[in-house]
């Protein structure tokens, strides 16, 4: 598969997650295996404004490459500046968000909103190009509800436009996160066009991936399944390429993740605020290792790395027993 001179086979990507998918998380995805990366989207009028926290999510780190820098927004003339700072900031591509299902954010014209009009949405996609000569993308969903699958206009739309490559999430708008994502889609987005086609929505196992490929997806992009799993990557490569199933990972090797994060977390964020914000990942590094309702108690009062270091370190050594032994964890935050 091909974006600009990006050329990658088979690309796991790792989806545009805000206030997940940040530069330590990135990096970490990256070291298991992602092959793309996605910064989390950032707003164009807060962009064009030098809002800080949004214009830090234009940053990329020089070992992220190849990674797109992903703006949402519906006024053309800004996403055309925003598109631009973008560029200047070391994006290797910019993908359009044409599918953020939040309300307030959809009701306006933005993400999602995009799809309710689809003049609107080929000139913003326009607009975007406009602002760059670096590849541009568009990661959207099916439709706004059930009533209104556009998806199939969308392709031909994006194909004639010279866009580089097209990213759906699999669900409407209206469905958010609920049911399933519905892969059949898959080979009727392959059939109406012929630009590199990324799916998206509950790939969460080896399996899952290899039989999003199989329907004709030319790279699958994981989200959910990848948050504190960032090993999911190293697996489902392993599987595509040997059809072997690794086994999930033990608590020792959970824990050794969990910590490598921790670390360039608490770089990046400093301490003790990245300490605090990292909190919220205890859950899914332990999910399904027992004894951990005292444990997480005790790392939610601790305000610096080493007492953390100490504590995983010494849990590992009171649960011997379970530091290879895989749990019960089969993925999903
Ligand atoms: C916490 C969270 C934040 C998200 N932020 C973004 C975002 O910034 N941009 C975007 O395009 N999608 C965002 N998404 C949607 C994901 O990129 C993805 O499309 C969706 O979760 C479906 O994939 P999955 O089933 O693999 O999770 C977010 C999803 C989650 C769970």
């Known amino acids: 598969m091909r974006i600009g001179r990006i050329?990658?086979?088979?690309?796991?990507?790792?989806?545009?997650?805000?206030?997940?998918?940040?530069?330590?998380?990135?990096?970490?995805c990256r070291e298991e295996g992602a092959d793309l990366l996605y910064t989390e989207f950032a707003h164009c009028e807060a962009v064009t404004r030098n809002v800080t926290s949004e214009c830090r999510k234009l940053y990329v780190d020089e070992t992220e490459h190849p990674i797109g820098v992903q703006l949402y927004g519906s006024t053309e003339s800004t996403m055309e500046r925003a598109t631009a700072m973008a560029a200047e900031a070391g994006a290797d591509f910019i993908d359009l968000n044409a599918g953020?299902?939040?309300k307030k954010i959809a009701k306006r014209g933005d993400g999602a909103g995009l799809l309710r009009d689809l003049k609107k949405f080929a000139s913003v996609v326009r607009a975007v190009m406009r602002g760059t000569s670096l590849p541009v993308t568009?990661?959207?969903?099916?439709?706004?509800?059930?009533?209104n699958i556009v998806i199939?206009?969308?392709?031909?739309?994006?194909?004639?436009?010279?866009?580089?490559?097209?990213?759906?999430?699999?669900?409407?708008?209206?469905?958010g996160y609920t049911g399933c994502a519905d892969w059949s889609w898959i080979e009727k987005i392959r059939a109406a066009c012929a630009i590199p086609f990324i799916?998206?929505?509950?790939?969460?196992?080896?399996?899952?991936?290899?039989?999003c490929l199989d329907l004709g997806a030319d790279g699958v992009m994981i989200g959910r399944g990848a948050i504190a799993r960032p090993w999911v990557f190293r697996h489902m490569r392993h599987y595509l390429n040997t059809g072997e199933l690794l086994p999930e990972p033990g608590l020792n090797e959970r824990v050794e993740i969990c910590l490598r994060h921790l670390a360039?977390?608490?770089?990046?964020?400093?301490?003790?605020?990245?300490?605090?914000?990292?909190?919220?990942?205890?859950?899914?590094?332990l999910k399904g290792v027992p004894h951990i309702a005292?444990?997480?108690?005790?790392?939610?009062?601790?305000?610096?790395?080493?007492?953390?270091?100490?504590?995983?370190n010494r849990f590992m050594e009171e649960y011997r027993e379970w530091r290879d032994m895989p749990t019960a964890d089969q993925g999903g935050a």
């Open 264 to 285: 360039m977390h608490a770089e990046y964020r400093g301490v003790p605020r990245g300490i605090f914000s990292f909190r919220r990942n205890y859950a899914g590094y």
């Open 7 to 28: 050329e990658i086979d088979r690309p796991l990507c790792l989806a545009p997650m805000e206030d997940v998918t940040d530069p330590p998380y990135r990096r970490l």
């Open 100 to 102: 953020c299902w939040v």
């Open 294 to 312: 005292q444990l997480r108690a005790e790392l939610m009062t601790m305000e610096s790395v080493e007492p953390i270091v100490a504590r995983l």
């Open 199 to 211: 799916a998206n929505g509950d790939i969460v196992t080896p399996q899952d991936a290899k039989a």
């Open 152 to 175: 199939l206009d969308v392709a031909r739309i994006v194909q004639d436009l010279g866009v580089s490559a097209l990213t759906v999430h699999l669900r409407t708008r209206a469905q």
């Open 138 to 147: 568009v990661k959207t969903r099916l439709g706004w509800d059930a009533d």
